[in-house]
């Protein structure tokens, strides 16, 4: 069974940072597409960076209204993807879940993610 348990959400001004974790249990970090999304109230959920891996490399893209403000990466023997955000503005205050199996990556996006966490609460206040 899969499960993937995101944590590092909270409340914070803006231009700070936080780093997203997401713990991943019953799926190889480092296979396919992995990424991250998030919802805002009353929005529908949006990609926002993923990265995809083929044998032992891997690439990485982000949507842009958040390009060079975060960065994905992962640790397979933490079994963990990680989200570091910076610079962060009000309009990046969302519910934040990480996905995995994603066929292929687009334009930031990890497409046909079938396994996802439960999200964790992002609030950036002005």
């Known amino acids: 069974q899969v499960q993937l348990v995101e944590s590092g959400g909270g409340s914070v001004q803006s231009g700070g940072s936080l780093r997203l974790s997401c713990v991943v249990s019953g799926y190889d970090v480092g296979t396919r597409c992995m990424g991250w999304f998030r919802q805002a109230p009353g929005k529908e959920r949006e990609g926002v960076a993923s990265i995809y891996s083929v044998g032992t490399t891997s690439y990485t893209s982000y949507v842009d209204p958040v390009k060079d403000r975060f960065t994905i990466s992962q640790d397979k023997s933490k079994k963990s993807l990680y989200l570091q955000m910076n610079s962060l503005k009000p309009e990046d205050t969302a519910d934040y879940y990480c996905?995995?199996?994603?066929?292929?990556?687009?334009?930031?996006?990890?497409?046909?993610?079938?396994?996802w966490g439960k999200g964790t609460l992002v609030t950036i206040s002005s």
């Open positions: 996905a995995a199996g994603g066929s292929h990556s687009l334009g930031g996006v990890c497409v046909g993610a079938n396994y």
